[in-house]
């Protein structure tokens, strides 16, 4: 089952911004405010690594590398989840993708994932 669709990946330049969408839309409401909802990303020939958190209502949390530069949101009401990038650099090339922040984690759980490039 496809419940995450995530969009709004391209290329920029270092220094530039990205905003990224996360649609949960298939997931009813209660559902979705059930878990904390994260942003993870998967550089080439890398696992796919948790960059940023948030739960329902409370403290998000950041990977030492994003720290000041992204911003995680969500709209539970539209079952989004968003990451505000600023200051990109070459590092944070990856494939993006959201998913919930829970240890049993279903490998076929994960959508497409949107592609974010960041060279000069």
């Known amino acids: 089952q496809v419940r995450f669709v995530e969009s709004g990946g391209g290329l920029v330049q270092p220094g530039e911004s990205l905003r990224l969408s996360c649609s949960a839309s298939?997931?009813?409401?209660?559902?979705?405010?059930?878990?904390?909802m994260g942003w993870y990303r998967r550089l080439p020939g890398k696992q796919r690594e948790l960059v940023a958190s948030?739960?329902?209502?409370?403290?998000?949390n950041y990977a030492d590398s994003v720290k000041g530069r992204f911003t995680i949101s969500r709209d539970n009401a539209r079952k989004s989840l968003y990451l505000q990038m600023t200051d990109l650099k070459p590092g944070d090339t990856a494939a993006y993708y959201c998913?919930?922040?829970?240890?049993?984690?279903?490998?076929?759980?994960w959508g497409q994932g949107t592609q974010v490039t960041v060279s000069s």
């Open positions: 298939r997931i009813i409401t209660s559902v979705f405010n059930s878990y904390i």
């Open positions: 998913n919930v922040v829970d240890p049993g984690l279903r490998e076929d759980s």
């Open positions: 948030i739960p329902l209502r409370g403290t998000a």
